[in-house]
């Protein structure tokens, strides 16, 4: 996927801890978004941002921070693991233009909560 | 609130054979619409999409999907399937307002037999 970049790929977290998925596009897309994907219900809005300062909830927002301090970057961070949080999470980017918006996604990230 | 119903959770179909996924989609105003392919383990790849103009979209991999708005649908076909075709396919419809916020159905999972 072009210019989307997760990090990590695979994740194993215990209940209660904290942590942070990286998420970085070299495309100068001024949206940003989170989804998680869990089975039989497609992917869910978690967070999104439409620029640098701004982000807003999605459909799913509980349990996740954002921040949107570059262009570049759109970290999630899961502030106290709970195992309903077992997901796999996917960044994603989008173009803007004449023809409409086309969004690009990451590779996703595999997390398991025990 | 805008929906996304894949009514099929599975299909199996023979390789050669044509492919019919179904979509509806439930939205007040004139919807972005999408199909996303995801191969096992992998991210999600576009397919087509629809904004405007020909409601007969074609996308990559010899996909096609048509646009019927008295319907509420985005049925997405193929003519002839291929072994490389199985995969998990996501309806997605988004607010033209919203460059980031996708709705998206529940996949449907598309098995191909030799």
């Known amino acids: 996927n072009a210019g989307v970049t997760q990090t990590p790929k695979f994740q194993v977290l215990k209940t209660g801890q904290s942590m942070t998925l990286q998420c970085a596009q070299d495309m100068n897309h001024e949206y940003m978004s989170w989804y998680r994907q869990d089975p039989g219900m497609g992917l869910r809005l978690i967070h999104y941002?439409?620029?640098?300062?701004?982000?807003d909830q999605g459909e799913v927002p509980n349990g996740y921070n954002v921040s949107r301090s570059t262009t570049e970057d759109f970290p999630l961070r899961l502030l106290s693991a709970a195992p309903s949080q077992t997901s796999v999470y996917f960044c994603a980017s989008t173009s803007t233009g004449p023809s409409g918006n086309t969004i690009y996604f990451g590779e996703g990230s595999w997390l398991t909560v025990v | 609130a805008q929906s996304v119903t894949q009514p099929d959770i599975h299909i199996t179909v023979s390789e050669g054979a044509s492919l019919e996924l179904r979509c509806n989609y439930s939205y007040g105003a004139t919807p972005y619409l999408f199909w996303y392919v995801q191969s096992p383990g992998q991210g999600l790849q576009l397919l087509l999409k629809?904004?405007?103009?020909?409601?007969l979209v074609q996308g990559i991999k010899g996909f096609e999907a048509e646009f019927k708005r008295s319907q509420s649908s985005f049925n997405l076909r193929k003519p002839s399937v291929h072994w490389s075709d199985a995969a998990e396919y996501f309806c997605?419809?988004?607010?033209?307002?919203?460059?980031?916020?996708?709705?998206f159905g529940g996949g449907t999972r598309v098995l191909v037999k030799p």
């Open positions: 997605a419809v988004g607010a033209r307002a919203a460059g980031n916020k996708l709705t």
């Open positions: 941002s439409v620029g640098a300062g701004i982000t």
């Open positions: 629809y904004f405007s103009g020909d409601t």
